[in-house]
């Protein structure tokens, strides 16, 4: 069974983004500067309706922003293209 | 720090001073007596609760309708944060009353009726409730720390 895992390139959009601060993405999106921490360190998986506004917030679709990395459960420490 | 956080300590602190307040008490009124006022500032602890619970959403109603956006002090991992913790908190407290319930039941089997008293039940709930409330505060306190861990 593979093990799937959300990943997110939100920091480098926000300095590709002018330096955008956590706090004023936050404001852009309607939450908390900690959901913006959270997120970014991959310690909270948005809701579909966020991940919209977050995507938005940098004028890129869902997908630029999250991404699914799928590897095999008995071999986590590998990349996936090393699989 | 977060509205939960905030919220957290806030009960921590008062959960201490009623618990160094019940052990003061144990000298002079014993343990029933005591056990009695900490079932009792449990009750008073639920209501200023319950209060505090009114005001921020009278505030926030009013805040909306005054049209103002205002700072975002509440987002879907707070809510998220907030059942995660309520569920560990009910847990918590499902078990020791649970526990409570079934000791009731073993004395009222070997002793009666006259056995198990009014008072007791008030002690098994209110002691429950305290749980309740140190457990929600600690799991939310627990969860957002590894957060903040996470982002170093």
Redesign the interface.
């Known amino acids: 069974m593979a093990d799937q895992r959300v990943t997110n390139c939100i920091r480098r959009l926000r300095f590709e983004n002018g330096e955008m601060t956590q706090q004023e993405l936050?404001?852009k999106t309607?939450?908390?500067r900690?959901?913006i921490?959270?997120i970014?360190?991959?310690?909270?998986m948005?809701?579909l309706p966020?991940a919209f506004k977050l995507a938005r917030a940098f004028g890129r679709g869902v997908e630029e922003v999250f991404r699914l990395d799928e590897r095999p459960a008995s071999r986590p420490d590998l990349p996936p293209d090393r699989e | 720090m977060?509205v939960l956080q905030k919220v957290a300590w806030l009960n921590l602190a008062v959960l201490a001073v009623v618990l160094a307040g019940f052990l003061l008490m144990i000298p002079g009124r014993g343990l029933h007596g005591a056990l009695n006022l900490l079932a009792l500032s449990s009750f008073f602890f639920a209501a200023a609760w319950a209060v505090l619970a009114l005001i921020r959403v009278l505030k926030s109603a009013g805040r909306r309708l005054a049209g103002g956006g205002g700072e975002?002090?509440?987002?879907?991992?707070?809510e998220?944060v907030y059942y995660k913790a309520l569920a560990w908190g009910f847990a918590a407290s499902w078990i020791f009353i649970v526990l409570g319930i079934a000791r009731f039941l073993t004395r009222y089997m070997e002793l009666g009726a006259e056995g198990v008293t009014a008072g007791e039940l008030a002690h098994v709930l209110g002691i429950g409730f305290l749980i309740l409330v140190a457990a929600f505060s600690l799991t939310v306190l627990k969860q957002?720390a590894?957060?903040?861990k996470?982002?170093g």
Do not use: C, F, M
């Open positions: 936050a404001d309607g939450v908390t900690q959901t921490i959270a970014e360190a991959g310690k909270y948005p809701s966020l | 977060t975002v002090v509440w987002d879907e991992r707070e998220a957002e590894t957060e903040e996470a982002n």
